[in-house]
């Protein structure tokens, strides 16, 4: 009788076990708990300027806001305004730190492309933001999965259409004033791609409407030094009506140069930038400036979904290689409308992945246009 005892408790044991090993699978199907959770993509953003830059921290806020929503663990180093420094604490970062899973830079001109050479060797896939090197360089550099087979994907604003619109702006405005051939002076940033480009869109407008570029000077995106180069200006040309500029921190340290001078901004001096900083949003809104070109504060989040897709798409190789969206003008007709746009607190009801190609087959090209986003999340419209 014992050893039937036995059988008994053994089969009874095994019944359990195998009941036991059912519900445990049941449950692994119902809770997604249960399953290892997919590992994060790990993104190096590579700022290259400093931690305390309005734009590039700007740019890096909104960066943020997209890994949020993509599952992206972002990690950021520091370029602190000089390519050198750059190249230093990206190594620094790949010998203290696991290589990333990809890489976001904005190559300085004059650098021959040493941070991507980096990146490379240590076989990091990257995107670079902006067109910023010189013909030369790019000529000797190539394109992306040319020579770099790392370089994934460059993404940029056509900043010749943008150059374009802030001299149309501001010659219009200048125009309704009874200006009809206003004497137009440009502050340029550093010599390079990025103010060549911008520079270009302007002197295209100055050419189609027959008006003279009086003097292009280089202020190397600082306010001071642009506003000591402004006075100089001034008293030089005392008929200019238009300062054009490449950035808005330069466009604010003309502004206040002009006023020092007597000049009154939006009556007989109209001066414009770029990068939609909220200060310089602030003071077209109270008449202290013309005009601001702007959206590219959103090109690291762009990168961001890119990446996203890279990872998720079957064939990312279709993703075309040359990613650029157009940037709009800021003026007193629609800045109250554009305001909400570079906070980022509107931005907690956008989800990044609505401008997925992987989330959104729909999509033949990437949503990045600044008029788009108004259309679909603020409601508003940049038409004249």
Do not use: C
């Not at 050198?84 to 190559?107: C, S, V």
């Not at 939609?276 to 809104?285: F, G, K, S, T």
């Not at 157009?326 to 109250?336: C, G, P």
């Amino acid at each position: 009788m014992n050893w039937l005892k036995s059988v008994l408790w053994v089969t009874l044991w095994l019944t359990a076990m195998v009941f036991s090993a059912q519900v445990s699978a049941q449950l692994l199907k119902q809770s997604p708990m249960q399953h290892a959770a997919k590992p994060q993509t790990r993104v190096l953003l590579i700022n290259p300027s400093t931690k305390t830059d309005p734009f590039w921290h700007q740019v890096q806020t909104f960066a943020q806001y997209a890994a949020r929503d993509l599952n992206i663990q972002l990690n950021v180093i520091y370029g602190d305004a000089h390519r050198e420094y750059q190249q230093q604490n990206l190594r620094l970062y790949l010998k203290r730190d696991a290589a990333p899973d990809y890489a976001i830079l904005i190559n300085y001109p004059g650098g021959n492309g040493e941070t991507m050479r980096i990146l490379e060797a240590a076989k990091v896939p990257f995107i670079t933001l902006e067109q910023t090197l010189s013909v030369s360089e790019r000529a000797a550099l190539g394109e992306p999965g040319s020579s770099f087979k790392y370089w994934l994907y460059e993404i940029s604003h056509d900043n010749r259409d943008a150059g374009y619109q802030l001299a149309q702006s501001l010659i219009a405005m200048a125009r309704k004033r009874g200006i009809a051939r206003p004497d137009v002076l440009a502050i340029g940033g550093h010599y390079g791609a990025e103010t060549d480009h911008r520079v270009q869109g302007l002197n295209d407008y100055l050419g189609a409407q027959q008006i003279a570029l009086q003097q292009l000077v280089h202020a190397q995106w600082q306010s001071e030094r642009a506003a000591q180069q402004t006075a100089q200006l001034l008293r030089r040309y005392p008929y200019a009506k238009v300062i054009w500029s490449a950035s808005d921190g330069m466009a604010m340290g003309a502004a206040q140069a002009a006023v020092l001078a007597g000049r009154s901004i939006n009556r007989n001096v109209f001066i414009g930038g770029f990068d939609w900083l909220p200060e310089a949003l602030e003071r077209i809104e109270t008449q202290q400036l013309s005009a601001s070109v702007g959206g590219h504060f959103l090109m690291a989040a762009w990168a961001l979904v890119v990446i996203y897709d890279h990872e998720r798409l079957a064939e990312p190789q279709l993703l075309e290689r040359h990613i650029r969206f157009k940037l709009a003008i800021a003026d007193e007709t629609n800045v109250a409308q554009i305001k909400p746009l570079v906070d980022p607190s509107n931005w907690l009801h956008v989800d990044f992945k609505d401008f997925s190609r992987s989330e959104h087959k729909e999509l033949e090209s990437y949503p990045f246009a600044v008029q788009s986003l108004l259309e679909h999340y603020f409601n508003s419209d940049f038409s004249r």
